[in-house]
C-alpha cells in the first residue's frame, strides 16, 4: 500500500491526506458554524419570549370577568340609598 522507498508515504504526494484533513477542517468549522447559528437562533427566541411575557390576549371570557369585576365596583362605589348621609342637615 504505502511506499517509503523515497521517505515519504505514497498517500501524501496523492493529496489523499490533505484532502482528508480538509474534509475534516470542513466538517469542524461546520459544527462551530451550526452550534453559533442555534445559540444566536436560541438567544433571540428567548429575548422574544421575554418580551412578550407582559402582553395581555383579550379574550372573551377575560372581557366578560373584566365587565363584571367593574360592575360590581360600580355598584360599590354607588352610595346606598337607605343610609343617611352626613352631608344633610
Excluded at 16 to 25: C, D, E, H, N
Excluded at 75 to 86: K, Y
Aim: a neutral charge; hydrophobic letters at 45%.
Amino acid at each position: 500500500m504505502a511506499d517509503h522507498s523515497n521517505g515519504r508515504c505514497r498517500f501524501v504526494e496523492h493529496g489523499l491526506v490533505t484532502s482528508a484533513l480538509a474534509m475534516l477542517r470542513l466538517l469542524y468549522f461546520g459544527s462551530v458554524v451550526l452550534t453559533a447559528f442555534w445559540l444566536l437562533r436560541l438567544l433571540y427566541r428567548r429575548f422574544l419570549a421575554m418580551r412578550q411575557v407582559n402582553v395581555i390576549v383579550e379574550t372573551p371570557e377575560r372581557a366578560a370577568s373584566i365587565k363584571a369585576l367593574e360592575r360590581a365596583w360600580s355598584v360599590e362605589d354607588m352610595p346606598d340609598p337607605e343610609q343617611p348621609s352626613d352631608s344633610t342637615p
